[in-house]
């Protein structure tokens, strides 16, 4: 016999025992009350003989009263407890076996089911969660083994072609180039990766100093001087003086350096790209205009989703995760970003930061 055999027989008698014990003791109870009363107002006297014939039929009562109690308790423990526990037990084992779709059917409006069905509300609600972290993570990882095959390949093949002995000195500097600018690439991209990774994870940025923000905006911009001048960019400024806010200033000027470096990327020679400045006693607020391809609609609506490239025109320049870097910093500075956008006109991208509370962060004089 096995021991879980085992261990149900011991639980079915020790169920009885209690209801028979429970049994036993109100009918006895009763009984006694019952002979009471006969002997007390009836005056009837009771001989050895009914008493036996009495205590028989009360002890068949309780042995009979007991099973019943037992029966019925087993019935009602299968149905109300035993039934919702497999349901519960048989879907929690095919979440661990990773099947992330498994739902709990709730067991009807019965009062008595009220804590089961909690209890499969929060494990549907579990379920769902995982199974869309599960998705980002694989979504995750075949972006970023996309990603990384691409400039791979490029530099594969350039370096196969490079190893060709009749090769004038134009191609070698080309494929060299070719070379050069994809692991360019690849060291960016592993960059962001590690950048967002480890901004995923942060929610507190020890490094917050007071710092001039228009300073930071104008160093930024002339980051990008050989881009303007090559593309024949003009330059538009509206910076207010001496806006001091307490932030990371690290982190501040990845968000800057990526809305800047889309802002060239995407205007035309000839455009426009403008910064300004504005701030009051609580926020300040940063716009990066530029008059470049706009953005539309749809496109708009996943632009900080990661890895997301609306225009692939300019994919090999970048790898769709500048925006979700930003988007990041800005949230977990409690800060807002949003765009504004008119396909073939331009765009402008507006971040609102809180300069927080105290001294160091109102605007110095
Ligand atoms: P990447 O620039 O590397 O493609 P981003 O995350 O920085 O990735 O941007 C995501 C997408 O948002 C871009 O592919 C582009 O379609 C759109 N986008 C971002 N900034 C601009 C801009 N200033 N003008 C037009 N489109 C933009």
Same mark, same amino acid.
Not at 246 to 262: F, I
Not at 336 to 343: F, G, L, N, T
Not at 347 to 364: H, Y
């Given at each position: 016999?096995?021991?879980?055999?085992?261990?149900?027989?011991?639980?079915?008698? +020790?169920?009885?025992?209690?209801?028979f014990?429970?049994?036993?003791?109100?009918?006895?109870?009763?009984?006694?009350?019952?002979?009471?009363?006969?002997?007390?107002?009836?005056?009837? /006297?009771? /001989?050895?003989?009914?008493?036996?014939?009495?205590?028989?039929? /009360?002890?068949?009562?309780?042995?009979?009263? &007991?099973? %019943?109690?037992?029966? #019925?308790?087993?019935?009602?423990? =299968?149905?109300?407890?035993?039934?919702?526990?497999?349901?519960?037990?048989?879907?929690?084992?095919?979440?661990?076996?990773?099947?992330?779709?498994?739902?709990?059917?709730?067991?009807?409006d019965?009062?008595?089911?009220?804590s089961?069905?909690?209890?499969?509300?929060?494990?549907?609600?579990?379920?769902e969660?995982?199974? &869309?972290?599960?998705?980002?993570?694989?979504?995750?990882i075949?972006?970023?083994?996309?990603? %990384?095959?691409?400039?791979?390949?490029?530099?594969?093949?350039?370096?196969?072609?490079?190893?060709?002995?009749?090769?004038?000195?134009?191609?070698?500097?080309?494929?060299?180039?070719?070379?050069?600018d994809? &692991?360019?690439?690849?060291? +960016?991209? #592993?960059?962001?990766?590690?950048?967002?990774?480890?901004?995923?994870?942060?929610? #507190?940025?020890?490094?917050?100093?007071?710092?001039? *923000?228009?300073?930071?905006?104008?160093?930024? *911009?002339?980051?990008?001087?050989?881009?303007?001048?090559?593309?024949?960019?003009?330059?538009?400024?509206? #910076?207010?003086?001496?806006?001091?806010?307490?932030?990371?200033?690290?982190? %501040? &000027?990845?968000?800057?350096?990526?809305? %800047?470096s889309?802002?060239?990327?995407?205007?035309?020679?000839?455009?426009?790209?403008?910064?300004?400045?504005?701030?009051?006693? =609580?926020?300040?607020?940063?716009?990066?205009?530029?008059?470049?391809?706009?953005?539309?609609?749809?496109?708009? +609506?996943?632009?900080?989703? =990661?890895?997301?490239?609306?225009?692939?025109?300019?994919?090999?320049?970048?790898?769709? *995760?500048?925006l979700?870097?930003?988007?990041?910093? @800005?949230d977990?500075?409690?800060?807002?970003?949003?765009?504004?956008?008119?396909?073939? =006109?331009?765009?402008t991208?507006? @971040?609102?930061?809180?300069?927080?509370?105290?001294?160091?962060?109102?605007?110095?004089?």
């Amino acid at each position: 016999m096995k021991k879980t055999d085992f261990r149900k027989i011991l639980f079915g008698i +020790s169920n009885w025992c209690v209801f028979f014990l429970l049994a036993a003791f109100v009918v006895t109870c009763c009984m006694i009350l019952f002979l009471n009363i006969m002997s007390d107002t009836l005056g009837i /006297t009771f /001989t050895e003989e009914n008493i036996s014939t009495a205590a028989k039929l /009360t002890f068949a009562n309780v042995i009979v009263i &007991s099973l %019943l109690f037992t029966a #019925i308790d087993t019935i009602r423990r =299968k149905v109300m407890v035993d039934r919702p526990t497999k349901r519960i037990t048989d879907a929690g084992k095919k979440l661990t076996d990773g099947d992330f779709s498994v739902r709990i059917k709730k067991l009807g409006d019965n009062h008595a089911y009220e804590s089961f069905n909690s209890i499969i509300d929060c494990f549907n609600k579990m379920a769902e969660e995982l199974g &869309s972290v599960e998705t980002l993570r694989s979504d995750f990882i075949s972006n970023v083994s996309h990603e %990384l095959k691409t400039p791979l390949a490029v530099i594969q093949n350039y370096g196969t072609m490079l190893q060709s002995h009749e090769l004038s000195e134009e191609k070698r500097i080309e494929y060299a180039k070719g070379v050069t600018d994809n &692991s360019r690439r690849l060291a +960016s991209l #592993i960059t962001n990766i590690l950048k967002l990774n480890k901004l995923e994870n942060q929610q #507190i940025f020890p490094a917050n100093e007071r710092f001039d *923000l228009g300073e930071q905006l104008c160093e930024n *911009l002339l980051q990008f001087e050989d881009i303007w001048e090559q593309k024949n960019i003009g330059i538009e400024t509206k #910076i207010e003086d001496d806006i001091y806010i307490y932030s990371d200033t690290e982190l %501040l &000027s990845l968000v800057w350096g990526n809305l %800047l470096s889309n802002a060239f990327k995407f205007t035309e020679s000839g455009g426009r790209v403008g910064v300004s400045l504005t701030a009051d006693e =609580k926020y300040a607020v940063v716009r990066i205009s530029d008059t470049g391809c706009g953005i539309s609609a749809e496109t708009g +609506s996943h632009i900080f989703e =990661k890895f997301y490239q609306g225009d692939t025109s300019h994919a090999t320049q970048g790898n769709g *995760l500048g925006l979700a870097l930003v988007k990041r910093v @800005v949230d977990i500075m409690q800060g807002e970003i949003s765009v504004e956008s008119e396909v073939g =006109k331009g765009s402008t991208f507006t @971040v609102k930061l809180r300069r927080g509370e105290g001294v160091g962060m109102e605007k110095a004089d």
